[in-house]
């Protein structure tokens, strides 16, 4: 379905190429995990699939890519439309119009296909990916699965046969991560969609995929196989894996119940002994605390009364849904985003303008 064909890309102005000689065979209807450190090259090999790289970004491209038989190098975005989705990190960023349903039909609109070939595509993906409830919602006023689910249900209805996307989990929480993994499982398993990501987060992706890319950047040579063999040696690794490597486990979890089932002689072995401790904060030291804190965005209650104390030295965890105030709790910490009533003191002083 893919092939890179000894591809080398070397944008304007860079003192060495961003890719280096890949070869790379991927089949039709895989779901395939693209991982590698920030800056080594995955979106640049993303975008190679459907020609964004070079004939938008520029540079300079030797090899080939063929995508189901047609030459990237021939083939710009446009002629390939129809056979690669493209789903960008930031849904919001690639929406054109303001409704669920509009947003879905926009892409076939574009393609010139017929009102009721339109009309019934819609309807598939409303139903394949839960969004019939949601279809004549405003996009702004979605949540941040909702909003990514809409952004591949934009790119589902012109039918494509490859499905790329870029970090689709990175502004996701647990549960909108999942509803969005399980939807990408259904179209590789039950529509035959070859599924082509790049993500961060591996423990969430690495046990769904049929095979793992490795871009390690610096003019090393890309590598793929399957997820238990790549996980062997990848410079970056989901906990779970690190666990393994670290216990000696054949063959290597790539799931918390896979390790569940291997660490009954390791749990054993760690019976009677007492784990290291970090230090304990100071707690007489409040470097940073809130006192019945209200932050409000117009009629909207984003924060509701939360008095908070942060010691010298501790690492506090801060957890909530998409939406629940996290982000907004972050900024009147640091003096940013709407001023609210109640207190925040950061090393005893207002930190806010």
């Given at each position: 379905m893919i092939v890179f064909d000894h591809v080398t890309i070397t944008y304007p102005g860079a003192s060495y190429p961003t890719l280096v000689d890949v070869d790379l065979v991927i089949p039709e209807g895989e779901l395939v995990l693209v991982v590698g450190r920030t800056g080594t090259g995955k979106s640049t090999l993303l975008r190679a699939i459907n020609g964004l790289v070079p004939?938008?970004?520029g540079g300079t491209l030797?090899?080939?890519?063929?995508?189901?038989?047609?030459?990237?190098?021939?083939?710009?975005?446009?002629e390939l439309a129809d056979l690669v989705g493209v789903v960008p990190q930031d849904p919001m960023s690639g929406f054109v119009t303001d409704v669920v349903e509009d947003e879905l039909a926009y892409g076939m609109?574009?393609?010139?296909?017929?009102?009721?070939?339109?009309?019934?595509?819609?309807?598939?993906?409303?139903?394949?990916?839960?969004?019939?409830?949601?279809?004549q919602r405003p996009l702004r006023s979605l949540s941040g699965?909702?909003?990514?689910?809409?952004?591949i249900g934009a790119v589902l209805t012109s039918h494509p046969r490859i499905l790329v996307l870029d970090e689709p989990t990175s502004a996701?929480?647990?549960?909108?991560?999942?509803?969005?993994?399980?939807?990408?499982?259904?179209?590789?398993?039950?529509?035959?969609?070859?599924?082509?990501?790049?993500?961060?987060?591996?423990?969430?992706?690495?046990?769904y995929a049929d095979s793992v890319v490795i871009v390690p950047g610096g003019g090393l040579p890309v590598l793929s196989g399957t997820p238990g063999d790549i996980m062997r040696s990848a410079p970056i690794a989901p906990p779970v894996?690190?666990?393994g490597r670290l216990a000696g486990w054949q063959p290597l979890p790539l799931s918390v119940r896979d390790a569940r089932r291997a660490a009954g002689p390791l749990r054993d072995l760690l019976v009677g002994h007492t784990p290291h401790l970090r230090a304990v904060p100071d707690r007489s030291h409040v470097l940073a605390s809130t006192e019945d804190l209200v932050v409000r965005y117009g009629r909207q209650v984003a924060l509701?009364?939360?008095?908070?104390?942060?010691?010298?030295?501790?690492?506090?965890a801060l957890m909530g849904r998409n939406g629940?105030?996290?982000?907004t709790l972050l900024g009147a910490l640091v003096g940013i985003g709407p001023v609210g009533t109640g207190a925040v003191r950061v090393n005893g002083r207002d930190p806010s303008p």
């Open positions: 004939h938008f970004t030797t090899g080939r890519v063929i995508v189901d038989g047609r030459d990237t190098a021939t083939h710009p975005p446009r609109e574009c393609l010139g296909l017929a009102p009721d070939v339109m009309r019934r595509r819609v309807e598939e993906i409303l139903d394949l990916l839960g969004l019939a409830d949601i279809r699965g909702q909003r990514q689910r809409v952004a996701l929480d647990p549960g909108a991560s999942e509803e969005v993994l399980a939807a990408l499982q259904r179209l590789v398993h039950d529509l035959g969609v070859t599924v082509v990501m790049a993500e961060h987060r591996l423990e969430r992706v690495v046990q894996v690190e666990l509701r009364g939360v008095t908070l104390d942060v010691a010298a030295g501790e690492i506090v629940a105030g996290k982000s």
